[in-house]
């Protein structure tokens, strides 16, 4: 089972990009799909992106859609989400997930791996 570290959160001004890394430990990282996730103050997790084992199927909220570009690199055991047009509703905590599930991978619930997350912040 992999462990996951979330690293690159930060503040922003609006407009501004950010960009995030999922470091994973353990010699099967190729086998999970990878998620990311954020939670705002308040409000529930949100789902934001997904990709697949090898990076061939990607999947996106319609809130980023266009300004958030997920990858992975499973030499170096590592999936990124590369943040751009940052808005001040993006502001949350930021999580990594991981799941070996066929289920929706839009649905936390189908990520039975989590991060301790890292926080965004995006200032007007």
């Known amino acids: 089972q992999v462990q996951l570290e979330e690293s690159g959160g930060g503040l922003v001004q609006a407009g501004g990009s950010l960009s995030l890394s999922c470091a994973a430990s353990?010699?099967?990282?190729?086998?999970?799909?990878m998620g990311w996730f954020r939670q705002a103050p308040g409000k529930e997790r949100e789902f934001v992106a997904a990709i697949s084992e090898r990076g061939g199927m990607r999947y996106y909220a319609d809130s980023v859609k266009g300004r958030f570009t997920i990858s992975r690199d499973n030499a170096k055991n590592t999936v990124y989400l590369q943040m751009n047009s940052l808005k001040p509703e993006d502001t949350a905590v930021y999580y990594c997930?991981?799941?070996?599930?066929?289920?929706?991978?839009?649905?936390?619930?189908?990520?039975?791996?989590w991060g301790q997350g890292t926080q965004v912040t995006v200032s007007s």
């Open positions: 353990g010699r099967t990282f190729s086998s999970y799909a």
């Open positions: 997930a991981a799941t070996t599930s066929r289920s929706e991978r839009r649905q936390g619930g189908a990520y039975d791996i």
